[in-house]
């Protein structure tokens, strides 16, 4: 069946493309094969297939030959179709080939996909191919949050969503109303910046602590983006690496503990093959883990508080 | 299988990728599409197969594939790719902006930029808007090295820190690429050391010396299929088995699991592949008791007394 279906829409896209005129619904039956007799059926069939049309993004314009006709007819016209002339130069072609292996999800994976092959179809990007010398870094961006392709859909057709979030550190989730500015990729990490209708407030989300669908829950073009909105900035704000600003004195096994001599400010040795070592950090229990972690290659001369965090994790171990 | 409309996408794709090119070979362009000859030829018969009746006058698509050569006339109607779609707009744009923002020469990503921008018109417009961003990661003065090197295509020399071994390791390594992945950055290369292609976290490289050796990289080295994971395990691999608590589930989802299973409560039980346990013995320790190592158990002995070593020392 699939088959025949392809069939019956590429005789529509020929037929519509060849046409100067608008054609109607009964014209269409009429040339194209595989539609059914009965009446409800072919409408049923060709409001589908006009669907599936636009769907791909081809132009199936709507419109009346003269202003004596009954009822509207379909045309496409070659100049909206057709992918405008494209040239690459051969460093050009390479740098499509990187761009179309960025995404590595499915959905984007295959829009970025069948853009290449339009390209190529075009002849454009006919130099791509493996004894082109190529830029040398290749990104790869997964979206493997759920809510990605509604959020990517709601900034695109500027429409607001809900959605509910768990913050950091909470058990129970929150229903959020947004108005959606941006979606921004930051350290691998995707967020989503835009006005807070719940909280009235500008409000940066992480995509990984949406829990549940996301919805849209107005039209669109609804959404108004600020002129001065920098989502950008406003992720970069939002995420920001505690700084370190606490000082902690340990002692280091001589030839071990490279992962905390990295980030030393003072190494002296100690006697007995260990090393006194002065190092800065942000929060006691993300370092008392990561110093536990070294097991008896590092021991904390102090602060207490660090000192009880890391033996209270080694307890623990033993526990 | 595909829909019927993917089917579609592809063959107003095939047309024109045959027209552009007067006559193309079959194997050549099952290829480039990405399909099998015999799915090639299925949809090469579709194509001949369209017959319109009336009201135009009509003159069949004429196609051959005689030879192993495909030529196709009479075809004016679709004989160019339709345009991009806005989807297919955005997913090359946005891609290319973060290119644009990576370090180096980016002067073929600006002018592919302005040409796809064209080409795409309306539909390039609402990615032109930036709703979608991605901030690269610079790398710092290792990543601008390693481009060096890779331009100029010389062998470099390494200091590498291990975190799962607490090592400092020193190697030589003839670079293949940069990746970006998980937002991080990664020098892919073969290493002779260990005479095998090896990924370098750029973040954990404390040095490293271009040297004045050109780069060797043998014919068996094969760049790694990143889009299936960065580190694969192999069935030579040591089975671990870990039980988690609440706090520490997040491993399941860091790490690469052989399997995960829910215990209730938040608490899981998940089974890991790998070469060396000495990774998973620094993060049983940093997880203290909310984690627990159920085999092997010469890995949980192990931990337990490398905890009672790191308790004398406070006494």
Redesign the interface.
Known sequence: M??R???R???I???L???RRY?TAE?IR????GYPEQYDAFKRMFERDKD?LR????PLETGMNNVLDEEPGYRIR?Q?????E?R??A??A???G???R???SAE?AG?????????????AADLEDDQQP?????????TAEPAFGPL?EA??DRRPVTFSHKAQGRSDSITRELEP?????????WYVAGHDRTRNATRVFRLSRIDGPVKMCGPAGSVR?PSDAD??EL??NWDVTPPRDHEAVL?VRAG????VR?YAKTVAADGDGWDKITVQYSDVPWYA??L??????V?VVGPPDL?EAV????????? | ?????E???????????VV??KAVGLAETAI???MTERELVDDLN??W????????P?CP?DLSYEGGEIVVSQA???A?????????????LV??R??AE?P?DGS??A??IA??E??A?A?GA??A?????????NGGVVAAQV?EA??EGRRVHLRH?V?GR???TERDVDPM????????TYLEGWCRRAEGVRLFRLDRV?ELTILDVPRQVPAEATERD??QGLFLPSESDERVELELSAPASWVAEYYPCESVTELGEGRRRVVLRTPDTRWV??????????ARVLSPASLAEE??A?????????D
């Open positions: 699939s088959k279906r392809t069939e829409l590429l005789s896209v020929v037929l493309l060849s046409s054609l014209e009429a040339a194209v094969h599936e769907e791909l993004g081809i070659q909206d179709y057709e992918l405008p494209i690459l130069e460093d050009e390479a740098v499509l990187i761009a179309a960025v995404w590595q984007l829009a970025a996909a069948g853009a290449l092959l339009k390209l190529r179809a075009a002849g190529r830029p040398g870094i290749e990104p790869r961006l997964t990517w900034v695109r500015w941006g979606v921004v990729n930051r350290r691998g990490r983006v989502v950008r992720v970069k002692r071990a503990g490279h992962g990295r883990d990561y536990a972690s070294f097991g008896p290659d021991m000192r033996i209270s994790r080694l307890k623990g171990v033993l526990a | 299988m595909v829909t019927s409309a089917r579609l996408r592809r063959l107003l794709a095939l047309v024109p990728y552009s090119r480039a599409f990405g579709l194509v197969c369209v017959e319109l009746k009336a009201p135009e009509y698509i004016e109607s679709i160019r790719p339709l345009r991009l779609a806005a989807d297919e707009a955005s997913a090359l891609a290319l973060m290119l990576l180096g073929a990503v002018r592919l040409k796809i064209e080409a018109g539909a609402a990615s808007q930036g709703t979608i961003q991605i901030v690269p990661p481009r890779l331009a820190y975190h607490d090592e400092v690429r940069l990746l970006v992945v998980e937002g991080r404390l990143v889009d013995r620094r993060l049983a320790l940093r997880l203290g008791e909310d931990i337990r490398a905890a009672a070593a790191a308790l004398t020392l406070y």
